[in-house]
């Protein structure tokens, strides 16, 4: 298959402004098809789903057409697809509605390798049902998180594992199948947070043994929206909050409100968008994104390679992690500034990247850069080229003075 880069940066407006967009870890731009279904769904005419009238109608048709689009993605089922704002927001939502079913002597296994919104939920949920909470620990200075350690932290008293399919700063990405079976051999439900990995490479969360999986379509170039997707069976046994009048179906239960669905339809074309990366021609649009995805994770790994490769040639940078199985994120401190500091000397160059802790809080944490600013994260996606490297590198490279 054919990955030609300059065509699929022609497909975004937004990366014509002459800013080398290593931000993408953060959020992705949006395609021009993905801006004109936005557009298109509010110039047809929208109602709130489940009336009579046409409007109402052409809500409902989007609503079930990105479910689709997610379950294609993801490796899911349609029925079993979650829609809300954003993962955060849905993981607060679930882990109420799970731990209802905990008390003392639970416990649930949480991981400093993951970013917060799929630690501090589950902790919260535990201390209000006076359940105990794991950690599963971050080998350092690697950034692996070993799964062998799941052996010892998994009893018959789990009730859940939440563990990342991809650190959002070191971009490891454990051996989430390990994982997930040690909790389902002892009977423990498992949380997948695939918000970080969904861009970089194919996603079958059947293979990971994901009994959830939380994704977030703005950094897969689409629109502020988050999705949960899960065993339509498994959801029918969770019991959420909701308002009386709304649908107790599944997924419609765990939706509180009204969905944004102008935004769903920027979802479905951003899955189409991603099915078209990389000239896959034939298949089921699942085939053609397994394709593609496969394709824009072997662009971003030879990218990162020279990325990787220069800012450890630099006597001047210090970057943090090497895991075996990674995404394209780099994460580095430059000597003598801040991580701030770099940032904001970087943007003077049209150059866009992220500082901070990037809320991988306990990680930072535990690699003990927290209180200085944590570090400089510059993320590679599948529409990055050679040149946005090439201008980081060179930048980088100026601060040595
Ligand atoms: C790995 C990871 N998990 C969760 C989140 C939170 O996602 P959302 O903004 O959809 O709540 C992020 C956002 O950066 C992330 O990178």
Same mark, same amino acid.
């Given at each position: 298959?054919?990955?030609?880069?300059?065509?699929?940066?022609?497909?975004?407006?937004?990366?014509?402004?002459?800013?080398?967009? *290593?931000?993408?870890?953060? /959020?992705?731009?949006?395609?021009?098809?993905?801006?004109?279904?936005?557009?298109?769904?509010?110039?047809?005419?929208?109602?709130? +789903?489940?009336?009579?009238?046409?409007?109402?109608?052409?809500?409902?048709?989007?609503?079930?057409?990105?479910?689709?689009?997610?379950?294609?993605?993801?490796?899911?089922?349609?029925?079993?697809?979650?829609?809300?704002?954003?993962?955060?927001?849905?993981?607060?939502? *679930?882990?109420?509605?799970?731990?209802?079913?905990? +008390?003392?002597?639970?416990?649930?296994?949480?991981?400093?390798?993951?970013?917060?919104?799929?630690?501090?939920?589950?902790?919260?949920?535990?201390?209000?049902?006076?359940?105990?909470?794991?950690?599963?620990?971050?080998?350092?200075?690697? +950034?692996?998180?070993?799964?062998?350690?799941?052996?010892?932290?998994?009893?018959?008293?789990?009730?859940?594992?939440?563990?990342?399919?991809?650190?959002?700063?070191?971009?490891?990405?454990?051996?989430?199948?390990?994982?997930?079976?040690?909790?389902?051999?002892?009977?423990?439900?498992?949380?997948?947070?695939?918000?970080? &990995?969904?861009?970089?490479?194919?996603?079958?969360?059947?293979?990971?043994?994901?009994?959830?999986?939380?994704?977030? &379509?703005?950094?897969?170039?689409?629109?502020?929206?988050?999705?949960?997707?899960?065993?339509?069976?498994?959801?029918?046994?969770?019991?959420?909050?909701?308002?009386?009048?709304?649908?107790?179906?599944?997924?419609?239960?765990?939706?509180?409100?009204?969905?944004?669905?102008?935004?769903?339809?920027?979802?479905?074309?951003?899955?189409?968008?991603?099915?078209?990366? +990389?000239?896959?021609?034939?298949?089921?649009?699942?085939?053609?994104? *397994?394709?593609?995805?496969?394709?824009?994770?072997?662009?971003?790994?030879?990218?990162?390679?020279?990325?990787?490769? /220069? *800012? &450890?040639?630099?006597?001047?940078?210090?970057?943090?992690?090497?895991?075996?199985?990674?995404?394209?994120?780099?994460?580095?401190?430059?000597?003598?500034?801040?991580?701030?500091?770099?940032?904001?000397?970087?943007?003077?160059?049209?150059?866009?990247?992220?500082?901070?802790?990037?809320?991988?809080?306990?990680?930072?944490?535990?690699? /003990?850069?927290?209180?200085?600013?944590?570090?400089?994260?510059?993320?590679?996606?599948?529409?990055?080229?050679?040149?946005?490297?090439?201008?980081?590198?060179?930048?980088?490279?100026?601060?040595?003075?």
């Amino acid at each position: 298959m054919t990955f030609d880069v300059s065509k699929v940066r022609a497909a975004y407006p937004a990366l014509a402004d002459g800013y080398a967009y *290593l931000d993408g870890a953060a /959020g992705t731009q949006l395609p021009e098809a993905v801006i004109d279904a936005i557009g298109g769904a509010y110039r047809a005419g929208l109602g709130n +789903g489940g009336g009579a009238f046409p409007a109402s109608g052409r809500s409902d048709q989007i609503t079930a057409e990105c479910r689709a689009a997610v379950a294609d993605l993801t490796g899911g089922e349609p029925a079993g697809v979650i829609l809300g704002p954003n993962m955060t927001t849905l993981t607060f939502r *679930l882990a109420a509605a799970l731990a209802a079913g905990w +008390g003392p002597g639970d416990e649930v296994i949480v991981t400093r390798l993951d970013h917060d919104a799929n630690v501090r939920p589950w902790v919260s949920a535990a201390a209000r049902a006076g359940a105990t909470v794991r950690w599963a620990e971050v080998e350092l200075p690697a +950034g692996e998180l070993p799964a062998g350690q799941f052996r010892e932290l998994v009893t018959d008293r789990t009730r859940l594992v939440a563990v990342t399919a991809a650190s959002n700063v070191l971009g490891t990405r454990p051996d989430v199948a390990s994982i997930t079976a040690i909790a389902r051999a002892a009977g423990a439900l498992s949380y997948v947070d695939g918000v970080h &990995a969904t861009p970089h490479g194919p996603t079958d969360m059947r293979a990971l043994g994901a009994d959830f999986y939380a994704t977030s &379509a703005y950094k897969w170039s689409g629109p502020h929206v988050g999705a949960v997707v899960a065993d339509p069976g498994l959801l029918e046994s969770i019991r959420p909050d909701k308002v009386t009048p709304a649908p107790d179906t599944v997924p419609e239960r765990f939706e509180q409100g009204t969905l944004p669905y102008a935004d769903l339809a920027g979802v479905t074309a951003a899955v189409e968008h991603l099915a078209g990366i +990389g000239d896959a021609a034939a298949g089921t649009r699942r085939e053609r994104l *397994l394709a593609a995805m496969t394709a824009a994770q072997e662009h971003e790994a030879q990218l990162f390679a020279v990325l990787l490769g /220069g *800012l &450890a040639a630099m006597p001047h940078v210090t970057t943090y992690g090497r895991a075996r199985s990674r995404t394209a994120t780099a994460f580095f401190t430059v000597a003598g500034r801040t991580p701030r500091q770099v940032a904001e000397y970087l943007a003077a160059r049209r150059i866009n990247v992220w500082d901070g802790d990037n809320y991988a809080w306990e990680l930072t944490g535990a690699l /003990g850069i927290r209180a200085a600013g944590s570090a400089v994260r510059a993320g590679l996606v599948h529409y990055n080229d050679r040149e946005d490297v090439g201008r980081l590198l060179a930048a980088v490279a100026d601060l040595a003075s």
